[in-house]
């Protein structure tokens, strides 16, 4: 079984301050890991996905995630945010695509 | 390809009626996956789809939802007796799995339901 822990609910964080957002995995099998966003009232799109090679991969937006096996952890990281950041965040993992509850990001000014 | 496109968008009904929603993916995705948003959650999983195989159907799934994919296209999901908790967006999205080129999952824009 496959399951994706998003360990915080909602991170508040001023505009231009640094961002992780946390994502941890259990799977049996080969792992791919997905980043998805969800701005207010819109549907989800993909920010990034690892599915094999580097371990640390680039997104879109000037998000980063950096996949580590030992630590069965996926986490979303941005060194400065804009208010635009504000959305839901989704990790997901491997090609049954489950999802972890979200976190939602506030940017404040 | 115009992505993933479910119908239709928005759907009320009363309560204890039947509901059937519809979901075209990708033209050469493989995989088709149902799940259910509700506000301030993320998605829930429902189903997924191999080709015509119904892969996987979620525990907490009641037998009043049932889903197809009769000739590994398109895809229908059928609520019965339809009950006020049901009211949520249900999601559709698609990819391609094996042979070395999987991808994401491309999601629809979702059908709303409102059972009143």
């Known amino acids: 079984a496959q399951s994706v822990t998003q360990l915080d609910s909602q991170v508040p964080v001023f505009e231009e301050a640094p961002v992780e957002l946390r994502c941890n995995y259990s799977?049996?099998?080969?792992?791919?890991l997905f980043w998805y966003v969800q701005y207010p009232n819109q549907g989800l799109q993909l920010l990034l996905k690892?599915?094999?090679?580097?371990?640390l991969v680039k997104g879109i937006n000037g998000f980063e995630a950096e996949f580590n096996k030992s630590q069965t952890s996926f986490h979303l990281r941005k060194p400065s945010v804009h208010i635009s950041d504000t959305a839901e965040y989704f990790c997901a993992v491997n090609n049954d695509m489950r999802f972890g509850a979200g976190t939602r990001l506030t940017v404040k000014p | 390809d115009t992505g993933v496109s479910q119908d239709p968008r928005h759907k009320i009904t009363k309560r204890g009626q039947n509901v059937t929603f519809r979901c075209d993916p990708i033209s050469e995705h493989n995989r088709l996956y149902w799940y259910r948003q509700t506000l301030g959650q993320g998605p829930e999983f429902l189903t997924y789809f191999q080709n015509e195989a119904q892969l996987e159907k979620s525990r907490l799934l009641s037998d009043r939802f049932s889903a197809e994919r009769p000739k590994g296209s398109f895809s229908t999901l059928e609520i019965q007796r339809t009950e006020q908790g049901d009211s949520a967006m249900y999601l559709c999205?698609?990819?391609?799995f094996g042979g070395g080129r999987n991808t994401e999952a491309f999601f629809g824009q979702g059908t709303r339901l409102t059972v009143v």
């Open positions: 799977s049996s099998v080969s792992v791919y």
């Open positions: 999205a698609s990819s391609l």
């Open positions: 690892y599915l094999s090679g580097s371990t």
